[in-house]
């Protein structure tokens, strides 16, 4: 069970979702497709994101455990991913950073 801002506990048994925004921008910018899928399989939840944020490829796949304190693990791959476009989105215009990045990364750890 999870605690929900410290008053409430929430126990789930089940988590589908499909996800999908196309044609996302911001002040007249252009940032690109994100979709996400969830799904149960047993006591895991299984997830994908998939997005072409600024013309990057972003995919993140991983599963969580629906119980205890959801020991959740993922892998991630980020190719072509503009600095720029990151720090406009994020409204940090004095970060004095340019260039792409691409990494792979393994996460593990829990949710609770």
């Known amino acids: 069970m ?9 126990n789930l048994t089940s988590v589908n979702a499909n996800v999908a925004a196309r044609g996302l921008s911001m002040q007249g910018r252009k940032l690109g497709d994100l979709t996400a899928t969830a799904q149960t399989a047993g006591t895991n939840v299984n997830f994908q994101v998939n997005s072409d944020f600024a013309g990057s490829t972003i995919r993140v796949n991983g599963q969580s455990l629906l119980t205890g304190n959801h020991p959740t693990t993922a892998t991630a791959a980020i190719d072509r991913l503009p ?11 004095g970060i004095p950073a340019a260039g792409m990045l691409s990494a792979n990364a393994n996460l593990s750890g829990t949710l609770a």
């Open 2 to 10: 999870a605690p929900i801002a410290g008053k409430t506990e929430v």
């Open 83 to 93: 600095i720029e476009q990151v720090l406009l989105v994020a409204n940090q215009r």
